[in-house]
């Protein structure tokens, strides 16, 4: 069963740093594009992140530019979020997704084509 699970949040002061890791298992990590999510209450969920499956074409929302960087670690089936110069702006809960064709034909048409997989979040606090 595939699952990803997220670590590293917590509560820091602004401009402090936090360095959030997205595990995944039960599926194959290394072909599939990592993303980095977040939402804050009453607000829609966000796309920060992106990563693609050999560490190329990275994306970042425009807001993290500068401050944000996204790895990853295929062989660890890791994909982690470092993020500095954090601001109260920044709080929210991140959460990891992994989208992809499916490992074989047999989830790639359970998934309908598209398989999406997220983690439970993880909430990081900026302070002011």
């Known amino acids: 069963q595939a699952q990803l699970e997220e670590s590293g949040g917590g509560l820091v002061q602004a401009g402090g740093s936090l360095r959030l890791s997205c595990e995944g298992s039960?599926?194959?990590?290394?072909?599939?594009?990592l993303r980095w999510f977040r939402q804050a209450p009453g607000k829609e969920r966000e796309l920060v992140a992106t990563i693609g499956t050999n560490g190329e074409g990275s994306t970042l929302l425009d807001a993290v530019k500068g401050r944000f960087t996204i790895f990853r670690n295929n062989a660890k089936a890791t994909a982690d979020l470092q993020m500095n110069d954090l601001k109260p702006e920044d709080t929210a809960v991140y959460l990891c997704n992994a989208r992809g064709p499916g490992t074989d034909k047999q989830e790639h048409y359970r998934c309908g084509g598209v398989c999406d997989y997220w983690g439970q979040g993880t909430q990081v606090t900026v302070s002011s």
């Open positions: 039960g599926f194959m990590f290394s072909i599939y594009t």
